[in-house]
């Protein structure tokens, strides 16, 4: 049986971990609303971009070249060669964040089954389940520890995609992310980021403009074009970093509750057990005095 020391000493370890824990929830509660404000901001942002393409797409003279569209959307490729990037975490104490999205992403790649992959992972935490997988990692990427430092993180993931491109044939890239939900829930999803969808743009052409008179622009519509959908890429790898860091801290946060619970439950019983010990040695120290007491007072004969 434990004795009253030990007892304090358990208790005031625990409260020193509860409060640890209380520390860490607060921060991932901070950090999903700080990646979920990024999200938002995007909102205006792409809908600007697709206003843009729209501009273009629905020029007469830009319309009717339909090749142009089609080199840079060329949705017949047999997609032989694959890129995917998968974004995890490179800290701990997130539940089963990284395994749901290797697992979701090892499923989706079964189903396509390319003769030629790339991985980039982002997040040491990726490495184990995806190796267990039989899945090599070519690319690692750190995962950004604020929303300032993803803009960094996208300009050198742009870059590296162009090397699949050009160095290494990459026909198609895909993105692989867990997507922030209501409170701290979260579902695994994907992007094809490369080539862009043609449905996506013939969408876009036909969508009725909002007045009855259509901006014009007077740049080379190739390079407007160009420039147009180099800033939608930016914005789907951002959205990815932000959602999958606002579903890490998702995670994080409810494995913090349920530490948080756990921990109160443990010391509710310590503290039980804390005050039978007391009890119980107040209770001896008593009948020893009174056994003392007696043993004096009692008459000599």
């Known amino acids: 049986m ?9 208790i005031g370890s625990i409260q020193d971990l509860q ?16 990646y979920q404000t990024a999200v938002e901001s995007l909102a205006d942002y792409n809908r600007t971009i697709e206003m843009g393409l729209q501009i273009v797409l629905r020029q007469r003279y830009f319309s009717e070249k339909r090749g142009l569209v089609a080199s840079a959307t060329d949705s017949k490729s047999s997609h032989n060669s694959l890129g995917i990037i998968i974004f995890g975490s490179d800290q701990g104490l997130c539940g089963q964040f990284n395994e749901q ?68 044939q990459i026909e198609q890239v895909i993105l692989f992310y867990n997507k922030s939900l209501a409170g701290v829930s979260y579902h695994s999803t994907n992007l094809r980021l490369l080539p862009v969808d043609p449905n996506w743009l013939h969408f876009l052409e036909k969508k009725p403009w909002t007045t009855s008179v259509l901006p014009t622009f007077t740049m080379n519509e190739n390079q407007l074009f160009s420039a147009l959908i180099r800033q939608y890429l930016f914005i789907s790898l951002y959205r990815a970093f932000a959602e999958s860091l606002a579903s890490e801290n998702a995670s994080r946060l409810s494995s913090m509750q349920a530490a948080e619970k756990n921990i109160a439950e443990r010391l509710s019983d310590l503290n ?29 004969r």
């Open 2 to 10: 434990p004795t009253i020391e030990s007892l304090r000493a358990k």
């Open 19 to 34: 409060s640890v824990v209380k520390t860490m929830k607060a921060l991932a509660a901070v950090s999903i609303r700080q």
């Open 101 to 168: 999205i290797v697992s979701y992403a090892v499923q989706k790649l079964n189903k396509l089954e390319p003769k030629y992959i790339r991985i980039a992972a982002v997040g040491a935490r990726l490495i184990l389940p995806l190796e267990a997988s039989r899945r090599t990692i070519t690319k690692q990427y750190s995962v950004p520890n604020s929303v300032t430092e993803i803009t960094a993180m996208v300009q050198e993931m742009l870059l590296n995609i162009e090397q699949w491109q050009t160095q290494q």
């Open 272 to 300: 039980a057990d804390y005050r039978r010990q007391r009890q119980s040695s107040i209770t001896a120290e008593l009948l020893d005095i009174v056994s003392g007491f007696e043993a004096l007072t009692q008459p000599q």
